[in-house]
């Protein structure tokens, strides 16, 4: 297992990209709302989810590294 250290902002916004991406997915394969809303709701969801993952990712990627870093200077 890896070690990654975020502050608590960026775990707050990984977790929110992937809350919106799931609910987003959600609305588009329930039929809880009238087909026009939830569709555009899903849509928009899912598009905000997928298109903040790259910098979610590149916020992880960063403090692997720096704790690879910190870890290698102690040793």
Known sequence: MKDIMLKTP????????????????????????????RRALGSALV??????TIPALMLVRRSRSA????????E
């Open 67 to 74: 704790r690879e870093r910190l870890r290698r200077r102690i």
């Open 10 to 37: 960026e775990f707050g916004f990984i977790v929110a990209t992937r809350a919106a991406l799931a609910l987003g997915a959600g609305l588009l394969l329930s039929s809880r709302l009238n087909s026009g809303k």
């Open 47 to 52: 598009a905000v989810g997928a298109l903040s």
